[in-house]
Nanobody, 118 residues
Framework: QVQLVESGGGLVQSGGSLRLSCVAS????????MGWYRQAPGKERELVAV???????NYADSVKGRFTISRDNAKNTVYLQMNSLKPEDTAVYYC????????????WGQGTQVTVSS
């Protein structure tokens, strides 16, 4: 079993920055990949960014050039640096990973709220 705990969300003005962190714990043999999703009210949950253990990154078109995903494999931690935030970035952000524990499964964090004011 793997647990994911996010932190770093909050309220920020348009144009500001936030840094989200997610730490994986529990019975972990390997984790690949890790990433971030978000869900705004009335919207489908969407992929924001993913990163492999080797450091390959992919971003949603809406956040390219503004967000940066990174990870510390030794600490089982993934980060999302969010710059030039816009009101449309307002959502609950969820940490995700596919991990080998007892078996290989998908795991999700509880979510952290990001609110960007105009």
């Amino acid at each position: 079993q793997v647990q994911l705990v996010e932190s770093g969300g909050g309220l920020v003005q348009s144009g500001g920055s936030l840094r989200l962190s997610c730490v994986a714990s529990g019975r972990i043999f390997s984790i690949n990949p890790m990433g971030w999703y978000r869900q705004a009210p009335g919207k489908e949950r969407e992929l924001v960014a993913v990163i492999t253990s080797g450091g390959s990154r992919n971003y949603a078109d809406s956040v390219k050039g503004r967000f940066t995903i990174s990870r510390d494999n030794a600490k089982n931690t993934v980060y999302l640096q969010m710059n030039s935030l816009k009101p449309e970035d307002t959502a609950v952000y969820y940490c995700y990973c596919n991990a080998v524990s007892w078996t290989r499964d998908d795991y999700w964090g509880q979510g952290t709220q990001v609110t960007v004011s105009s």
